[in-house]
C-alpha cells in the first residue's frame, strides 16, 4: 500500500497507515504539522474522489497527467537507462483500449481474461500481442491492423521527436513476418475518413493504396 501510494513520491510513511483499510483523515492526524507532506496527502485524496465517478479512459488520463505519473516514469526510466518511448507507448496502447469500456470494472475483467487466453494459447492459435511484445520472436504470417495515422504512428507522437521510435517498432513489426505479411487500414470509420499511416506511404514511395 505504501509503495503504491508514493508513486509518484509523496514520502508517506508505513507508520502514517495501520491495516489494510485506513483514513485519509487519520493520516493527515500523523502529519499534522507537516504541511508539504499533508498538502501531497490532501490532494492525492481530492484526485482518488475524483477518478472515482470517471470512465476509464479519463481516469487514465488523469493518472498520468494529473497526478503526476507520467512525469515519475520518465524520471523513473531516465534513472534506470530504460527507453521510455517504448514505456510510455504501452500507456498510450492502454489509453487507447480503456475508451471501449464503461467502467473501470469492465476495463479489469476484459486485462484479466485477455491474459487468462494468452497464458492459454497453444501452437494453434492467433497471438494478438503489441510491436514490443514481438522483438525477437517470428511467426510465418503477420496481420498489422488499424495502420492509420493516428495509430501507427500515434497521434501523440506525429509532432514529437518520438516518432522515429515508432518508425522503428514498426520496422521491428513487419520484419517479425517469415513468409506472409498482411497490412490492413481504415479508409473510413463511424462516418469519418482515416489516411493510411505515413510508414506505409513513405514504404512504397507514394504509389496508391488500395
Same mark, same amino acid.
Given at each position: 500500500?505504501?509503495?503504491?501510494?508514493?508513486?509518484?513520491?509523496r514520502?508517506?510513511?508505513?507508520?502514517?497507515?495501520?491495516?489494510?483499510?485506513?483514513?485519509?483523515d +487519520?493520516?493527515?492526524?500523523? %502529519?499534522?504539522? &507537516?504541511?508539504? $507532506?499533508?498538502?501531497?496527502?490532501? #490532494?492525492?485524496?481530492? @484526485?482518488?474522489?475524483?477518478?472515482?465517478?470517471?470512465?476509464?479512459?479519463?481516469?487514465?488520463?488523469?493518472?498520468?497527467?494529473?497526478?503526476?505519473?507520467? +512525469?515519475?516514469?520518465?524520471? %523513473?526510466?531516465? &534513472?534506470?537507462? $530504460?527507453?521510455?518511448?517504448?514505456? #510510455?507507448?504501452?500507456? @498510450?496502447?492502454?489509453?487507447?483500449?480503456s475508451?471501449?469500456?464503461?467502467?473501470?470494472?469492465?476495463?479489469?475483467?476484459y486485462?484479466?481474461?485477455?491474459?487468462?487466453?494468452?497464458?492459454?494459447?497453444?501452437?494453434?492459435?492467433?497471438?494478438l500481442?503489441?510491436?514490443?511484445?514481438?522483438?525477437?520472436?517470428?511467426?510465418?504470417?503477420?496481420?498489422?491492423?488499424?495502420?492509420?495515422d493516428?495509430?501507427?504512428?500515434?497521434?501523440?507522437?506525429?509532432?514529437?521527436?518520438?516518432?522515429?521510435?515508432?518508425?522503428?517498432?514498426?520496422?521491428?513489426?513487419?520484419?517479425?513476418?517469415?513468409?506472409?505479411?498482411?497490412?490492413?487500414?481504415?479508409?473510413?470509420?463511424n462516418?469519418?475518413?482515416y489516411?493510411?499511416?505515413?510508414?506505409?506511404?513513405?514504404?512504397?514511395?507514394?504509389?496508391?493504396?488500395?
Open positions: 500500500m505504501i509503495y503504491i501510494m508514493n508513486k509518484p513520491i514520502y508517506i510513511k508505513r507508520e502514517a497507515i495501520v491495516g489494510v483499510k485506513f483514513s485519509f +487519520d493520516i493527515c492526524k500523523f %502529519y499534522m504539522g &507537516n504541511n508539504y $507532506i499533508l498538502k501531497n496527502v490532501i #490532494k492525492l485524496k481530492k @484526485d482518488i474522489d475524483a477518478i472515482k465517478n470517471m470512465p476509464p479512459a479519463l481516469a487514465i488520463k488523469h493518472i498520468r497527467n494529473q497526478i503526476g505519473y507520467e +512525469d515519475y516514469i520518465a524520471k %523513473y526510466c531516465l &534513472n534506470s537507462n $530504460i527507453n521510455y518511448e517504448e514505456v #510510455k507507448s504501452y500507456l @498510450d496502447e492502454f489509453e487507447d483500449v475508451v471501449y469500456f464503461k467502467t473501470t470494472e469492465e476495463l479489469l475483467m486485462v484479466k481474461n485477455y491474459k487468462a487466453l494468452d497464458d492459454n494459447c497453444d501452437t494453434d492459435c492467433v497471438k500481442m503489441t510491436f514490443h511484445s514481438s522483438k525477437g520472436l517470428e511467426f510465418k504470417t503477420v496481420i498489422i491492423i488499424d495502420a492509420n493516428g495509430l501507427i504512428p500515434h497521434k501523440k507522437s506525429i509532432k514529437s521527436k518520438d516518432i522515429e521510435a515508432e518508425r522503428r517498432l514498426f520496422y521491428v513489426a513487419i520484419t517479425r513476418a517469415k513468409e506472409n505479411l498482411h497490412i490492413l487500414f481504415t479508409k473510413n470509420r462516418g469519418k475518413q489516411l493510411p499511416s505515413r510508414f506505409l506511404v513513405e514504404g512504397i514511395k507514394g504509389e496508391v493504396l488500395k
